[in-house]
């Protein structure tokens, strides 16, 4: 990566999913480890080079102009020799002289054999013992999962085990994002499109049921599914059957079905924003994801667990007695995910691989003060940022501090327009 974005390479390795940094000229400058083990591949092999094969068909190239965030469904150029497909999502960052990058997160559609689901779920308390036996019971069967618990839990990481435990293990385990099928992505991405079907489908695709055939299909975020198209989701369910966009014959595909939520279904279903006939066809065995203040016995384990992954390469970590005690007494709203984003970053902080508990940082979440409408103040509680998302919050803040929070000057030195300030400054919860 240049010189002058070493920040921004530092706080790669806190983000816990696949991350690919892109700089102006549409080439790959970094990805993390995270991304090197979900695509079992080097990272030299992608910094570097170009970020698409056709600069002239570039997400990327659009997202530089624009600025806004992106999601969706997206061919993966990483592996020529073997095309696929992946969930992305892209946003803009700075770095600390305001050089803009694009930052995109990708995970893959489909995961083929794999111990990895095994090797990390690691523990030995009660409450995650419970959890791993009710996972296994669930595997024995062939009824449709729901994952149920809050966010950063491993419950995509319950999903996998599940499968390779089942008797679908043999079969694809097909991850679909919820949160990003929307009303123009739904039909096409889940049950695949015949050439010409719309512009731009300029050959036949597979949709996801067809690539999980006689396998998993895991839908992350469940209640994200748009209430519109709830019904040829049971439908396809239901029948097994379904037919591609723009396609007069009938498909078949055999998958086993397993769900993820944070939300809670049954309130929605109560509200109307979700089908109560889906629900019961989706919640035959609900299994319930612990939070990890639950399994406070466990963060030696995953604590060491975590380290050992980082030290790969990098030599060993270890952690004062002081440092352990902090990471043992705070309540991890966050969860799993947020102690190994923890983790990483004191692991970069650091000197002589030495942790203290200087070190550690947890992340800021300061209450958000909105108005009801009888004028009472009301607190609630921000989407947790990223490490990377909170490098370019700080970043922003100090340029307000700078120019007294005159947006029009902020905005010039940052070379972006007034409006696309202030929708960066409502997602990182800026005033």
């Known amino acids: 990566m240049p010189q002058n974005a070493f920040t921004l390479e530092s706080l790669l390795e806190t983000h816990d999913l696949p991350l690919v940094i892109v700089d102006a000229g549409l080439n790959v400058v970094a990805v993390n480890r995270a991304w090197e083990l979900g695509f079992g591949a080097s990272r030299q092999s992608r910094v570097g080079k170009p970020c698409c094969p056709d600069n002239s068909d570039c997400r990327h190239r659009k997202m530089f102009r624009t600025l806004e965030s992106y999601a969706g469904v997206y061919p993966d150029y990483s592996n020529p020799e073997a095309p696929s497909s992946l969930n992305v999502r892209g946003f803009p960052l700075l770095d600390a002289d305001a050089t803009l990058y694009l930052g995109e997160v990708q995970t893959p559609l489909h995961k083929g054999p794999s111990v990895e689901s095994e090797t990390l779920m690691v523990g030995k308390s009660p409450a995650f013992t419970e959890f791993k036996t009710r996972l296994c019971q669930a595997a024995d069967t062939q009824a449709a999962v729901m994952l149920l618990g809050e966010t950063g839990t491993g419950k995509e990481l319950a999903a996998e085990f599940v499968h390779r435990n089942s008797k679908q293990a043999n079969g694809e385990f097909v991850i679909v994002d919820c949160t990003i099928l929307g009303e123009d992505l739904f039909e096409s991405e889940l049950f695949g499109h015949e050439k010409g079907a719309f512009t731009g489908a300029t050959a036949a695709k597979k949709g996801l049921f067809e690539l999980a055939d006689n396998g998993t299909l895991f839908f992350d975020e469940i209640g994200d599914l748009p209430l519109s198209q709830q019904p040829k989701l049971l439908r396809a369910l239901e029948s097994g059957q379904f037919r591609r966009v723009g396609g007069t014959t009938m498909q078949k595909a055999k998958v086993r079905v397993v769900c993820a939520t944070h939300r809670n279904l049954a309130e929605m279903v109560k509200n109307g924003r979700f089908r109560e006939d889906l629900f019961y066809r989706l919640s035959v065995f609900p299994v319930g994801t612990p939070p990890l203040r639950q399994r406070k016995q466990d963060l030696p384990i995953l604590i060491d667990h975590f380290l050992g992954q980082l030290a790969v390469g990098d030599g060993c970590y270890s952690l004062t007695q002081a440092a352990l005690v902090k990471l043992i007494q705070y309540d991890w709203p966050g969860n799993i995910r947020e102690?190994?984003?923890?983790?990483?970053?004191?692991?970069?902080?650091?000197?002589?691989?030495?942790?203290?508990?200087?070190?550690?940082?947890?992340?800021?979440?300061?209450?958000?003060?909105?108005?009801?409408?009888?004028?009472?103040?009301?607190?609630?509680?921000p989407t947790a940022l990223t490490g990377l998302a909170q490098y370019e919050a700080e970043f922003i803040g100090s340029l307000m501090k700078k120019y007294q929070g005159n947006r029009k000057l902020i905005a010039a030195e940052m070379n972006i327009s007034e409006r696309t300030l202030y929708r960066k400054l409502n997602r990182l919860h800026l005033n």
């Open 339 to 381: 102690l190994r984003n923890c983790l990483q970053l004191a692991a970069g902080l650091c000197k002589e691989h030495k942790i203290q508990d200087t070190d550690i940082h947890f992340m800021q979440r300061p209450a958000e003060i909105a108005e009801t409408g009888n004028g009472v103040a009301e607190q609630r509680e």
